[in-house]
């Protein structure tokens, strides 16, 4: 079963609207939410964060919200830009006890395409 | 800046065959992991470690393995390649385990 979900394989927005893509979780223990951001043929690259006791947080064009109640996350990119379009990883970290792993469970991925 | 380096990048292997996927990274970093992404899903956990000479099992760690003698180096052997093992690994690393992983750039492997 999947505990981290992104229900929307694609995603499609035309130049300088806002892209908002959307996570589903259903681990309430989860600490730590992050989104990475993926070209082809390359890593899954960091692109922002939020820890479960903050509820939005912000990093220029992108801006991550939680819903703990709702065990839901979103991103929001405003404006979009052409460079934009790439896959979008929502990954969720487990608490972290004695001998924590650091992992992260990962989403399936949104596809984003940005139109000029 | 080189990060994490995998190699190869891409390698064909047959049924029964074994193989060694290789990861560096020279970040100084304690947490490594390997992941495993199949078609239309999410990365997988494979095998992670903590620091030199410390290893446990992830989510998928059926037909793997793995070492960690040093910082820097952290190789998955795959041992009797079955189709199944068809997938695109990464590998990553980050300081801690509350830091962003840093991704090195894959190993597509088909096995035919």
Not at chain 2, 95 to 112: K, V, W
């Amino acid at each position: 079963d999947q505990q981290v979900k992104q229900n929307s394989p694609s995603l499609s927005v035309q130049e300088g609207r806002i892209s908002i893509l959307n996570c589903d979780y259903t681990n309430s223990m989860f600490d730590y939410f992050l989104w990475y951001k993926k070209y082809p043929a390359e890593g899954p690259t960091f692109l922002i964060s939020i820890s479960s006791i903050k509820d939005k947080n912000e990093d220029g064009r992108f801006t991550v919200f939680l819903n703990k109640s709702a065990k839901h996350l979103s991103l929001h990119i405003v404006p979009s830009q052409p460079g934009d379009s790439a896959v979008y990883f929502c990954a969720a970290s487990p608490p972290h006890y004695g001998g924590s792993q650091g992992n992260l469970i990962f989403g399936k991925g949104t596809k984003l395409s940005v139109k000029p | 800046n080189a990060g994490v380096t995998q190699t190869p990048k891409f390698r064909i292997l047959k049924i029964g065959q074994s193989m060694t996927l290789q990861c560096t990274q020279d970040m100084n970093h304690n947490y490594m992991y390997w992941y495993r992404q199949d078609p239309g899903m999410g990365l997988k956990l494979i095998y992670y470690s903590v620091g030199a000479g410390i290893t446990d099992k992830g989510e998928v760690p059926n037909g793997y393995n793995v070492s960690r003698s040093t910082t820097e180096d952290f190789p998955l052997r795959l041992e009797l390649a079955a189709p199944s093992q068809t997938s695109v690994y990464f590998c990553a690393s980050s300081s801690t385990s509350g830091q962003p992983q840093h991704f090195g750039d894959g190993t597509r492997l088909s096995i035919l």
